[in-house]
């Protein structure tokens, strides 16, 4: 099973971007299950979303996991929250941040040996779609860097998820946000 586990801030996407992920990787035939815990569900506020997917059905609704994946949205929740809690030594980490990857490790030490991802999800999105709401780019990242599925297909099915909701300008905004994180994860 893989798993997943995104940190964030209520009000950055988080959740819809878990969603989202789920729904497209369902598409494939695969098992998935998309969900979050938040606090004080204020906005701004601390909040964990999660996703599992598996060929077989997923039966476990615990929040616990190993996570195969770390995603973090917001870059000054990795000095608030222990995003390395219940890590397994291959578990990736994909962190938005104007920092270097060197300077990152600096300032947070518990990252030092881990497959760590970096990008600026957050000014991705201000570029793009004009507004500070990194989950779109954090996608074309964890499309890149697990190899999951082909950039184009993600694409594909995400237009049509996104296609539920929003205008055609919104979701070629988010497209071009997702094209360019793939481009630039490092």
Excluded at 153 to 167: D, I, Q, S
Aim: aromatic share 8%.
């Amino acid at each position: 099973m893989l798993e997943i586990r995104w940190h964030s801030r209520a009000g950055q996407g988080a959740v819809t971007g878990a969603k989202g992920l789920a729904d497209v990787i369902a598409t494939t035939g695969k098992e998935v299950q998309a969900f979050a815990l938040y606090g004080s569900a204020k906005r701004g506020a601390a909040m964990s979303a999660y996703d599992r997917i598996d060929d077989e059905p997923i039966l476990n609704h615990e929040k616990f996991m190993e996570p195969d994946y770390v995603l973090v949205i917001d870059p000054g929740i990795v000095f608030i929250t222990d995003i390395c809690a219940n890590d397994k030594p291959e578990t990736k980490y994909i962190i938005t941040t104007h920092l270097s990857k060197e300077e990152l490790i600096a300032k947070k030490p518990d990252l030092q040996g881990k497959t760590l991802y970096t990008l600026d999800c957050i000014q991705i999105a201000l570029d793009t779609i004009g507004k500070p709401i990194p989950n779109a780019p954090m996608l074309g990242a964890f499309v890149k860097v697990s190899g999951i599925l082909e950039l184009d297909y993600f694409k594909k099915a995400f237009t049509k998820v996104l296609g539920k909701k929003l205008p055609q300008a919104v979701i070629d905004a988010n497209m071009e946000a997702i094209q360019r994180a793939y481009d630039s994860v490092q």
